[in-house]
């Protein structure tokens, strides 16, 4: 854990966490790891903004109060109640009863239902401001961003904003607390957008409006819940969600995705014939075996590339199990308005493109190009995948 001043009178905490093996319990983030940020603000009333896990309260607690003693804390924030960052919050009520709770009206029942809170509560409204002494703090309530309840909150003499789990990202940053530390913020990036499209893009619609806000106020910090503050560009990660969540109506960049699953390795095969009629047309392909690569991994090339493509055997006279599964994920993620083409072998029955074709209905992907074949990939139908990979291509770089 690491303790750093990031502004005046206000220091952030990152907690790592190298143990949990997946975030919600869904998402895999070892060996990376991931940050539990919260924050000190202290001033005539001092002020915790976001907490930790429970199990890493007694860490995040004994650090801050080398700074301030905690029976002298006025104020916990609790911006989001999902548990990795209120999961601490008995443990510090405990030892400081009389802390009063800044939160939104639909985090009350949640403090009650999650840790059976129901006194010191204040709720504050949209655009609430407060006085701690110097300085100034106000509330902006940004519904579904991550959770219904949840809000930021904007040091507004400062220029901080504290913005919960918008603006954060996977990966512990044990020795970098800032943007500019970071040696591969490519790299961070790329996990930032994995974060994105497993945790929010389902609310892509709720970031954006989150982001105007966010606009408005013209932070010159943003220190997230997870991962970076980022100090010197905070514009960066605020165009980086602007643009991710407009990929929810476009549908994405020209590229493309192509998932499959093979069981005797026919429909293997005419995918390698796909992704060479794709490569003659000089459309970028990531290509995954969903047996071998877990869906968070899958999730932000989906996102991303306006076209997808899907390779599927034909299972039982249906689509092919683990290929149902990750595009009813993707559904329930609303990875929307894709173009989108069919490749797959069938043994005694097709019904892999028909069942695909009515899932996908619901997302809007236009399925345009599809090739079901029965048995090997034979000559006639390598030449057909071929085929079938240079006209999605096309199609892809036509912007259709
Ligand atoms: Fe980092 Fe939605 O909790």
Partial sequence: MITRQIADNVHAFSV????TPL??????????????????ITDEKNVIVDLTREFKAETLLDAVSSIVELKKIDYVVVNHMEPDHTGALRTLLRIAPDIQILCTSVATSMLDSYYSVKTNIREVEDGE???????TLSFHHTPLVH??????????????LFSGDIFG?????????????????????KESLRYYTNI????????????????????KVIAPSHGLVWRKDPGRIVDLYAQWASFAVTGGEPGATLIYATMYGNTAQAMNAVVRGLQHESVPVNVFNVNETHLSYILPSLYTNRGVLI?????????????????????????????????????????ALREITSMVKPY????????????????????????LGVAFGKRIKSGK
């Fill in 311 to 351: 390779g599927s055997p034909t299972y039982e006279g249906n689509i092919f199990p683990v290929i149902r599964h990750v595009l009813t994920d993707v559904g329930a993620k609303r990875i929307f308005n894709k173009s989108a083409a069919f490749f797959g072998s069938w043994s005694w029955s097709s019904g």
């Fill in 23 to 40: 975030f919600e319990g869904l998402w895999p983030v070892q060996p990376g790891g991931v940050t539990y940020n919260s924050y000190l």
């Fill in 169 to 189: 990202s996977y990966g512990a940053v044990p020795e970098q607390v800032y943007d500019d530390e970071h040696a591969k913020l490519d790299d961070y990036i």
């Fill in 200 to 219: 929010l893009s389902k609310f892509s619609p709720q970031v954006e409006k989150a982001v105007q806000s966010v606009k408005r106020l013209s932070p």
């Fill in 364 to 387: 809007h992907w236009d399925v345009a190009e599809s090739l079901e074949f029965e048995g090997a990939a034979k000559e006639s139908v390598v030449k057909q995948a071929y085929d």
């Fill in 147 to 160: 959770w219904p309840e949840t809000m930021v909150t904007f040091d507004e003499t400062g220029g901080t």
């Fill in 129 to 135: 401001k407060l006085s701690i002494g110097k300085k």
């Fill in 16 to 19: 790592d966490d190298h143990t």
